[in-house]
């Protein structure tokens, strides 16, 4: 089953338009629409429900791929769970760069590198009172 036009709305309106892994919204990148992300990848038998898609940016979806976890000192961490866990006990915002509060965080900023010249920039641009 794939997901259709009901639960895509849905995703994106409980994201607030935002991609749930680096926060851009999507009025902040208007040429490139948001992708419907499976958080668990089809290959790895996530379900097409609303339990499991989330909304993110062409970055963050390009960058996960189909992975569920990376390596952050050397030790294999789960990535940031949009649905079952809390942004801001991971992550954190600081001036124009993305903090990784745990390791879970730190290893989802490095592995989709959401600190890159790119988007440093366009928070720059979007927030420019940081
Ligand atoms: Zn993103």
């Not at 794939?2 to 935002?18: K, M, S, T």
């Not at 629409?33 to 790895?44: A, C, G, L, Y």
């Not at 989802?108 to 600190?115: G, K, S, V, Y």
Request: aromatic fraction near 6%; proline fraction near 5%; include cysteine.
């Amino acid at each position: 089953m794939a997901i259709d036009a009901a639960l895509r709305r849905l995703v994106r309106l409980r994201a607030g338009n935002r991609c749930e892994y680096c926060g851009f919204h999507q009025d902040e990148l208007p040429l490139v629409t948001f992708h419907i992300e499976h958080v668990i990848s089809k290959q790895r038998a996530g379900t097409d429900d609303a339990s499991n898609p989330c909304l993110a940016c062409h970055w963050c979806n390009f960058h996960k791929g189909p992975n569920l976890a990376t390596q952050v000192d050397g030790l294999l961490v789960p990535l940031f769970n949009p649905r079952t866990q809390r942004w801001d006990e991971h992550f954190a915002a600081q001036g124009d760069l993305i903090v990784g509060l745990t390791p879970i965080g730190r290893g989802t900023i490095a592995l989709f590198n959401m600190n890159d010249d790119d988007r440093i920039e366009l928070r720059r641009i979007a927030s420019p009172n940081n």
